[in-house]
């Protein structure tokens, strides 16, 4: 349980399965603008545009493709004491390289300020421990594809391969069940009967840095803001392919015995000829009964 709520950086590891569309969304209102009703007129499909929500494969794709893309990463890792004030952090620049199939990674002006390690060298937080496994390369790895298509990989063991699995779902399939968290039920599946009511769903057109794009928003009903997974889900989509330009997230849940606080902002870019992150940032605040609470923030920095 430990790792549940830090598996949501866990956006580099094994594919999640694709939910099926379920059609009945579209039996209730979707909230969309002028621009978006006269696409529809025109011949715009928006019903196969939701189906393409539920099962885009392109967001995890671009992050999985950063695993064979030579790159560079500025991090910033910055844990957080109650009142709000860094009690530790890491900031580095890593170099990714990549040749004849495989990649290693070097680390450049890295500084730390308090107990970031423990006196062995490990990370002494979750939080630095999970960003290390995303972003980090030890040694020289090699044989990886950023094939996503037919490429799923089987689901680890109990522990943290569950909760890896878990997170990927909440993550790549947003609006699928998640089976197995304690207390949530399927308040994460925000598509099914029970949960779309407490949603209100929008299509906008919009322009992102300069592109034209549809942005699909999930925004919980005032009357339903303490009774739901996803505080917001808003995913900006090219028009042109469809491809995710940008996604924000924002979950939130407690119970006796866990709780978190966490929100994502994910922005791509197009370079090598294939769209990778740009900048990620995180921002959490987790509980649970057994190894108390961690409050961290990071950004990294991508350049290829």
């Known amino acids: 349980m430990k790792y549940f709520f ?15 569309p379920d059609t009945s969304i579209f039996n209730f209102p979707l909230q969309m603008d002028e621009v978006t009703v006269q696409a529809a007129k025109s011949g715009f499909d928006v019903a196969a545009f939701i189906q393409r929500v539920q099962n885009d494969t392109t967001f995890y794709k671009a992050f999985r493709s950063l695993r064979i893309t030579p ?21 580095s620049k ?30 002494r937080y979750y939080t630095a421990e ?34 890896k699995y878990q997170l ?3 993550m790549f399939n947003p609006g699928s069940k998640v089976q197995g968290v304690p207390f949530m039920g399927d308040r994460a599946a925000i ?28 925004i919980p009903k005032p009357g339903y803001r303490n009774d739901v997974v996803y505080n917001e889900l808003s995913t900006w989509f090219r028009k042109n392919d469809y491809a995710i330009l940008a996604r924000n997230y924002a979950l939130s849940f407690s119970t006796a015995v866990y ?46």
């Open 94 to 123: 890593t170099i990714q390289l990549v040749q004849n199939g495989c990649r290693t990674m070097r680390t450049e002006n890295e500084t730390t300020t308090g107990n970031f390690y423990k006196r062995n060298g490990d990370y």
């Open 71 to 91: 790159h560079q990463i500025q991090n910033n890792i910055q844990i957080l004491d109650k009142r709000g004030k860094t009690a530790a952090s890491l900031k």
């Open 168 to 170: 990927k779902q909440l």
């Open 191 to 218: 598509f099914e009967p029970s949960e779309r009511r407490k949603y209100d769903f929008k299509l906008l057109s919009v322009e992102l840095n300069g592109e034209a794009c549809w942005l699909f928003q999930a």
């Open 259 to 304: 709780d978190f606080d966490v929100r994502i902002k994910a922005r791509m870019t197009q370079a090598h000829g294939r769209i990778l992150p740009q900048r990620l940032e995180y921002e959490g605040n987790w509980r649970v009964v057994t190894q108390g609470r961690e409050r961290a923030t990071f950004t990294a920095i991508f350049a290829y």
């Open 130 to 163: 999970l960003y290390a496994h995303l972003f980090f390369t030890k040694g020289k790895i090699c044989g990886e594809t950023d094939i996503v298509k037919g490429s799923l990989e089987a689901r680890e063991g109990g522990g943290l391969g569950k909760s």
């Open 6 to 20: 830090l598996i949501i950086l866990f956006l580099t590891a094994a594919q999640v399965p694709a939910q099926q």
